[in-house]
């Protein structure tokens, strides 16, 4: 079993910028990877950014590259989401999510925190 927390999310302006964090708890930290996603009103759960066990490799979603970065403290049993840049597009629930198996697709996922909203206004 693994519980995920994520905090963070807010109400700021266009241009903005915030960082989500997903305490983990429950396994080994340092043992899995963790992914991103994120679900607008309306649309389906989408890959936003991943992260390795150890840290060494990420993934972003296009839309997001280079204005989000991802980040781990395995120390700390976290996960970091930080968001500069951002546009009312990116208005959504952000949830943090790991294993069994890491890929883009949200039905891979088994473990997933109950998400923070993000609202970007323009």
């Known amino acids: 079993q693994v519980q995920l927390v994520e905090s963070g999310g807010g109400l700021v302006q266009t241009g903005g910028s915030l960082r989500l964090s997903c305490a983990a708890s429950?396994?080994?930290?340092?043992?899995?990877?963790m992914t991103w996603f994120r679900q607008a009103p309306g649309r389906e759960r989408v890959f936003v950014s991943f992260i390795s066990r150890n840290g060494a490799n990420t993934m972003y979603t296009d839309s997001v590259k280079g204005r989000f970065t991802i980040s781990r403290d395995n120390a700390k049993n976290t996960v970091y989401l930080q968001m500069n840049s951002l546009k009312p597009d990116d208005t959504a629930v952000y949830f943090c999510a790991t294993g069994p198996r890491t890929s883009v697709y949200s039905n891979d996922y088994q473990y997933w925190g109950q998400g923070t909203q993000v609202t970007v206004s323009s």
């Open positions: 429950g396994r080994t930290f340092s043992n899995v990877d």
